[in-house]
């Protein structure tokens, strides 16, 4: 009880600092309900359970740690691809940098406009996969997030939808402070694919609720910027149904702070999650995944598939949680997460867990760590290849697994590439 109240007077004295932004009714009332779950939970501390590998403190203080800006000179993400772009600056939606918003097959909206409208579909979604996201764990951060997030996108695929989306995020100002909630539900049959780069604002705080109904397709490619200072705590929430497809991956380089959660129900039969991730980390760099998939309908298939490579002290985690549910047979469910570590000083911090109350399963879940293949090393470097470039061959082998997960091979490509470029920079 004492640690509980501890974690409340943080939450009130963070909270006397900051405001709910201005709505309609239904999205006034989501901000007061996600206000009071949070005034309840308290801010996340260290001690928690799901906390123990990362500290929350400078992802929760009033202040925000200055973040200068990291101009890359380089191409932005996904330029080659025909995609309909909505940029954010510093957590600010920017319409002169936006494309149109009208498109065949879907609509999209600003997060403030559709909240005040008195009826809206995103009444029923805003909040809601993140309330249920919240058992059996708590995660404070998100409830923060739904009530006072400032801006934000809702889309609703109707049809299969040719373009993808690409949710840019710039950052401008060093202390900038972004909150950003993001809407997405797919009618029944139809699909669509958000990309989304960028490093978005000295610190970030995201949440992005997905509804795939019944046959439809989800495709999510996120590439966390390269800012080296950027702190980020990121959540999806997915909520499946009958036959419909879930799939997400991230690349993450650099930045000091780096939180992602993906909470994902499976509850309709025959439905597909996939959620995948690589990240390579270097000095002051800390990268944690943390992933809980509930299967509750019969004949579902989930994946978890998360590589890191980490050098100069840098620290990586993973978190990864299989619920099966009573009545849940016939479920696929397999986790691995696995580290390469470039140095003695590195560390990766791993804990799969399983927890299955049906009978007629197959999940599995491992974890691995270890330094690079010196076998494999020697073998290239007797064929001529210079050093770095032979550690450079192999880290791109090493995540090539979690890479595969993304479904378009022209986003993989896009993806290898800009890997490629960003390790042989490094050389230099």
Not at 36 to 57: K, N, Q, V
Not at 134 to 148: G, I, S, Y
Not at 176 to 181: E, K, M, P, R, Y
């Amino acid at each position: 009880m004492a640690a509980l109240a501890k974690k409340q007077e943080a939450a009130a004295a963070r909270l006397d600092a900051m405001s709910l932004p201005v709505g309609g009714q239904w999205a006034s009332e989501a901000r007061k309900t996600a206000l009071a779950r949070l005034a309840e939970m308290g801010l996340p501390d260290r001690r928690d359970e799901y906390w123990r590998y990362t500290r929350p403190d400078s992802l929760t203080q009033s202040e925000v740690p200055a973040a200068a800006v990291f101009e890359t000179g380089e191409a932005p993400l996904f330029d080659s691809f025909d995609r309909i772009k909505v940029v954010f600056v510093d957590g600010v939606f920017d319409a002169e940098q936006s494309d149109d918003l009208s498109a065949e097959g879907m609509t999209i909206e600003r997060l403030v406009d559709a909240a005040a409208k008195d009826i809206h579909w995103a009444k029923d979604l805003y909040g809601t996969l993140e309330t249920n996201g919240q058992t059996p764990v708590e995660r404070p951060l998100a409830a923060m997030n739904t009530a006072f997030a400032t801006d934000g996108v809702v889309i609703h695929a109707t049809s299969k939808v040719s373009k993808p989306v690409n949710l840019i995020y710039r950052h401008k100002a060093p202390t900038s402070d972004a909150i950003l909630h993001h809407l997405v539900k797919l009618d029944a049959g139809a699909e669509v694919t958000i990309l989304e780069n960028g490093p978005a604002a000295a610190r970030l705080n995201k949440v992005m609720e997905v509804d795939v109904a019944d046959g439809a397709t989800f495709h999510h490619v996120r590439a966390q910027g390269r800012d080296h200072e950027r702190r980020a705590v990121t959540h999806i929430f997915g909520r499946l149904a009958t036959e419909s497809v879930f799939k997400s991956f991230t690349l993450t380089v650099n930045g000091r702070l780096t939180r992602n959660e993906a909470v994902l129900e499976l509850t309709g039969d025959d439905a597909v999650a996939h959620v995948a991730g690589a990240c390579l980390g270097d000095g002051e760099f800390h990268h944690d995944d943390t992933v809980f998939v509930t299967h509750d309908a019969v004949n579902c298939e989930s994946r978890q598939v998360f590589k890191k490579v980490l050098r100069n002290g840098a620290i990586g985690t993973f978190q990864g949680k299989i619920l099966v549910q009573p009545g849940a047979q016939k479920t696929d469910g397999y986790q691995i997460s696995q580290s390469l570590l470039l140095d003695d000083d590195s560390q990766f911090l791993a804990k799969p867990e399983l927890e299955i109350y049906a009978d007629d399963v197959a999940c599995s879940h491992g974890s691995t760590s270890g330094a690079i293949d010196e076998d494999a090393l020697f073998y290239l470097r007797a064929r001529g290849v210079p050093k770095d470039i032979a550690t450079d061959l192999l880290v791109m082998s090493f995540v090539a697994e979690a890479i595969d997960e993304v479904e378009s091979e022209a986003l993989r490509d896009e993806l290898i590439a800009r890997l490629e470029g960003w390790l042989e920079r490094r050389r230099d």
